[in-house]
């Protein structure tokens, strides 16, 4: 089965710019996960969609992040306005019903200058 | 916030020693997995442990569990320098269905 794609893989902007990241899941996975991971740190959770509607967005910046899954299959993630924290590699993940591991994409590494 | 504190941060080994990392965690959990990540890439799923079981195997893989003492660790045997990435253990609980991730261990075989 083909894995979970994310693009663009990398993207480079000054802060206070906007920027949304994609993310197309497995097939049939029906919740989706988004993550940021600063350098040297282990992914932490933005927000979880379970088919199109949101599970928990508890940590998700909502004065500047948001998300949506608006069809139940793909999701984007946006910035508006970035600041320099913002800089991390934003992950991807989706999960079948019936299991617990996560698959992950390859990350989008966002730079804010 | 980080659920688990893994230990150590970094490691440096040759090629054919094994690598043991540990991971600490604070809460009660369904299950413990680890993850690998390679330099730039996304987390690749490695094995998946659940609360009620003490050790598992996969291949070159090992990993135990102690819930008394909130605790997992990863064994590879007969390490190769594709091993080279970063291991990240972690918790899965609540009914949500929600990984907490460690900081992860870097670890670095020497061919």
């Known amino acids: 089965e083909a894995g979970v794609a994310q693009s663009p893989r990398y993207k480079i902007i000054e802060k206070r710019q906007s920027v949304a990241f994609w993310c197309n899941p497995i097939?049939?996975?029906?919740?989706l996960y988004w993550y940021q991971q600063i350098l040297g740190q282990g992914p932490k959770l933005l927000i979880q969609?379970?088919?199109?509607?949101?599970?928990?967005d508890s940590q998700l910046p909502k004065d500047r992040f948001s998300a949506e899954r608006l069809k139940g299959v793909d999701s984007t993630l946006k910035i508006q306005p970035a600041k320099l924290e913002d800089s991390a590699v934003y992950l991807c993940?989706?999960?079948?019903?019936?299991?617990?591991?996560?698959?992950f994409g390859p990350g989008t590494r966002l730079t804010v200058l | 916030s980080q659920q688990g504190e893994e230990d150590p941060q970094a490691l440096s080994i040759q090629e054919g020693e094994n690598a043991t990392m540990n991971c600490s965690y604070k809460?009660?959990?369904?299950?413990l997995q680890w993850y690998r990540q390679n330099s730039g890439r996304g987390l690749v799923h490695l094995i998946l442990?659940?609360?009620?079981?003490r050790e598992k195997h996969s291949g070159r893989l090992r990993v135990t569990l102690d819930t008394s003492k909130k605790s997992s660790s990863l064994l590879i045997t007969a390490s190769r320098a594709a091993d080279t990435a970063s291991y990240f253990c972690?918790?899965?609980?609540?009914?949500?269905?929600?990984?907490?991730f460690g900081s992860g261990t870097q670890l670095t075989v020497l061919p």
């Open positions: 993940a989706s999960r079948r019903d019936t299991g617990d591991t996560q698959y």
């Open positions: 097939s049939g996975h029906a919740t």
């Open positions: 969609f379970q088919n199109n509607g949101v599970v928990d």
């Open positions: 809460t009660s959990i369904n299950n």
């Open positions: 442990i659940r609360s009620n079981e």
């Open positions: 972690a918790t899965l609980s609540g009914s949500a269905r929600q990984l907490t």
